[in-house]
């Protein structure tokens, strides 16, 4: 009886450490999350370019660059909901 409880408590715990392990679906694609940030980062002088993108909990962490008025930066695009958000910029 003892074991039947045990066993019983380890398969519900596992359920709640997956279940909580699940992220919500991204409702930004990648291109999405580029394009905001070139559209975001355009200006009038240059145009921006895209150096690489990763996933990381649920936001897109875009690095970019604008070479004609030397500007970059890395950009936080919640991928829920396509919020930008800086984390670092630079002009030369």
């Not at 962490?61 to 829920?80: P, R």
Request: proline share 1%; charged share 25%; hydrophobic share 35%.
């Amino acid at each position: 009886m003892k074991m039947r409880k045990t066993v019983s408590a380890i398969f519900v715990l596992l359920i709640f450490i997956v279940g909580g392990c699940n992220s919500p679906e991204l409702k930004i694609s990648e291109e999405d999350a580029k394009s905001s940030v070139i559209e975001y980062h355009t200006g009038h002088i240059g145009n921006v370019k895209i150096l690489s993108i990763e996933l990381k909990k649920n936001n897109y962490i875009v690095e970019w660059e604008n070479e004609e008025n030397c500007e970059q930066g890395i950009d936080s695009v919640d991928g829920e909901n396509g919020d930008i958000e800086m984390i670092e910029a630079s002009i030369c």
